[in-house]
């Protein structure tokens, strides 16, 4: 019997992740994990990262890199993004 409707498997797993509404907080999860493999050893300085309504809040414990960060903003949110694979965030607030 020959299949004619054959569809790859990561297709289908990407269809119904989004069907059942798993896809954008998987993504939120991948986001948060490559925030350590982005920003490397300065990612120590982090205490806490969430996402809410596609704003990464990141809680700094060092002023000076908190204002370093601020200035790279726009270019941290494209390589999360780039990283993850679809558009997770939009804006990063540094706290």
């Not at 989004?18 to 982005?38: C, H």
């Not at 205490?47 to 903003?73: C, E, F, W």
Request: charged share 20%; no cysteine.
């Amino acid at each position: 019997m020959k299949r004619n409707q054959a569809k790859p498997i990561g297709e289908m797993i990407r269809k119904v992740m989004r069907e059942q509404g798993l896809e954008s907080p998987l993504n939120e999860y991948r986001l948060i994990q490559a925030w350590k493999e982005v920003l490397g050893p300065i990612a120590s300085y982090t205490t806490n990262l969430y996402i809410k309504n596609q704003i990464l809040h990141v809680h700094l414990s060092s002023p000076a890199l908190r204002q370093d960060l601020m200035m790279g903003r726009e270019r941290l949110v494209k390589n999360l993004n780039q990283y993850v694979g679809a558009q997770v965030i939009v804006n990063i607030i540094f706290h």
